[in-house]
Antibody, heavy 122, light 106 residues
Framework: QLQLQESGPGLVKPSETLSLTCSLS??????????GAWIRQPPGKGLESLGS???????YYNPSLRSRVTISVDTSKNQFSLKLSSVTAADSAVYYC??????????????WGQGTLVTVSS | DIQMTQSPSSLSASVGDRVTITCRAS??????LNWLQQKPGKAPKLLIY???TLQSGVPSRFSGSGSGTDFTLTISSLQPEDFATYYC?????????FGGGTKVEI
């Protein structure tokens, strides 16, 4: 059974860079049918996709955050990472990593990490 | 961006009730619609993809229908473990977007 685990600081200062890593066990995203993704959820609010990455390194970023977000992959470590620069309090949220699966017709997030709360505060 | 609108935003129901949640997309998304369930303090869980395909391990009391702009999630007989928040999500176009959620309460 695939498991994903987010790791990284729970507190980030305003204007600094938020950095998180997602570690996969029991599976990988190293095939063309899978990709890694980051989704966040501010406390008490809905879900927002941040971006995704294929094992090849090909990325997609949400245009609302494109200038601030970077997603990278390290296939040798079975990990992918998120960097979000110039954070403000509005970036405080639970950050989830997820595996995206593509059937050839549909794609969906079938496995999720447990999420990690990141608070932006001085 | 494709806007996803769910209704109702919350509902009260009893065990055994039939529950229906609707999701409307701001433009046609064919059948590229997924449903997720989220319980408090937990990550979302995929229930249905492709508008109507049940994810492995999901009970058959959950079903989905629709295409184009209008979609429905139905729980045929609500069970105690189904009290949660449900989200629709479109994967037709980037950025992937989610509905605002429907909280199913006792």
């Amino acid at each position: 059974q695939l498991q994903l685990q987010e790791s990284g600081p729970g507190l980030v200062k305003p204007s600094e860079t938020l950095s998180l890593t997602c570690s996969l066990s029991g599976g990988s995203i190293s095939t063309s049918n899978y990709y890694g993704a980051w989704i966040r959820q501010p406390p008490g609010k809905g879900l927002e996709s941040l971006g995704s990455i294929y094992y090849s390194g090909s990325t997609y970023y949400n245009p609302s955050l494109r200038s601030r977000v970077t997603i990278s992959v390290d296939t040798s470590k079975n990990q992918f990472s998120l960097k979000l620069s110039s954070v403000t309090a509005a970036d405080s949220a639970v950050y989830y990593c997820a595996r995206g699966s593509y059937t050839g017709t549909y794609d969906f997030f079938d496995f999720w990490g447990q999420g990690t709360l990141v608070t932006v505060s001085s | 961006d494709i806007q996803m609108t769910q209704s109702p935003s919350s509902l009260s129901a009893s065990v055994g009730d039939r529950v229906t949640i609707t999701c409307r997309a701001s433009q046609g998304i064919r059948r590229h619609l997924n449903w997720l369930q989220q319980k408090p303090g937990k990550a979302p869980k995929l229930l249905i993809y492709g508008a109507s395909t049940l994810q492995s391990g999901v009970p058959s009391r959950f079903s989905g229908s629709g295409s184009g702009t209008d979609f429905t999630l139905t729980i045929s007989s609500l069970q105690p473990e189904d009290f949660a928040t449900y989200y629709c999500q479109q994967s037709y176009n980037t950025p992937i977007t989610f509905g605002g959620g429907t909280k199913v309460e006792i």
